[in-house]
């Protein structure tokens, strides 16, 4: 893209992870994360104790990330964050710190929309990394969001389906709450469907019309599920846990996979890119490379360190605006709500 080194920082403060990045013309230099555990505790992430784990990790997460790619802050040449969507204690943190800094090199400040960066990772570059051609259909699923998302360009992007209700993280995580898992319990999910039958129990999918998902229903109804099965056998959780975890997760990638085909079917886009923590998922990944042989799709998912919260997501955005000349204001503020 250009032949002068770039260097942009990267800064992610979204939720619970405190991450920073540091890139030089799209590829990772460093990509540091520091993750808070004392939401387990709680079995979900608390918002005050987010921003307060985000005031005391900053600092030196910043500067891990600086050392580890070998420069000095006085080589940035802007300063990237996330302005949102989010949890408005944890992005105050990364916007006020990253407006301090870029404030105080003179370098400009770049608002990055946190969804946005999700789909941009696959345009980090990474020697084996394949990137979806434009147009693509890029799907967004992780413990806060769910999206389908028509991408024709870097910044050309429309939202043509997302969650009504819960996103399919919370459905995996409030699913392992009712069977008395830790949080988050997605991966705990996964492991033990790969012990289980799938069809072992059948839960119903929710109606929802369109390219628009919902989880609510769902989760309500393996609530209803579970407390029927125990109260005529106290140990059915215990007996079946396999079975139980394989026939969730069944159902929710099969809620997903439906949206795709049909959304492949209405825009006629067969590229498929996926990103978001949820995505992380082995029998997501799976159905997708199935999808390929059954639906001709051809599927792009990036690395796992890039599918979570990270900063490095955040840091190729930032480029990608930077040689676009799209710079931000010191006015500007952090928006939970954030739109694509």
Known sequence: MTTEKIYILGIESSCDDTAASVMLNGRILSNI??????????????????SRAHQQNIVPVVDQALKKAGISKNQLHAVAFTRGPGLMGSLLVGTSFAKSLAYGLDIPLIDVNHMQAHILAHFIEEAD???????????????????????SSYFDLEVIGETIDDAVGEAFDKSGKILGLGYPAGPEIDRRAKLG??????????????????????????L?????????????????????????????IGILIDKLKLATKET???????????????????????????????????????????????????????LEGHFSEQTISASPRLKI
Request: net charge positive; aromatic share 12%.
């Open 224 to 252: 209803y599920f579970i407390q029927r099965e125990t109260k005529v056998n106290p140990n059915f959780i215990e007996e079946n846990i396999n079975d139980i975890c394989a026939s969730i997760q069944y159902t929710i």
């Open 197 to 222: 039958n799938p069809k072992a129990f059948k839960f119903t999918k929710p109606k929802v019309g369109g390219l628009n998902f919902s989880f609510s229903g769902l989760k309500t109804g393996i």
């Open 33 to 50: 994360v520091a993750s808070q555990k004392i939401h387990e505790e709680y079995g979900g992430v608390v918002p005050e104790l987010a």
């Open 129 to 151: 990394f394949v990137k979806p051609p434009f147009p693509f259909l890029a799907m967004t699923i992780s413990g806060g969001h769910t999206q389908i998302v028509k991408v």
């Open 268 to 322: 006629g886009i067969t590229h498929i890119a996926i990103g978001g923590g949820v995505s992380a998922n082995t029998g997501i990944r799976q159905a997708l490379k199935d999808g390929e042989q059954k639906f001709g799709w051809t599927t792009y998912v990036p690395k796992f360190e890039y599918t979570t919260d990270n900063a490095a997501m955040i840091a190729i955005v930032g480029y990608l605006k930077y």
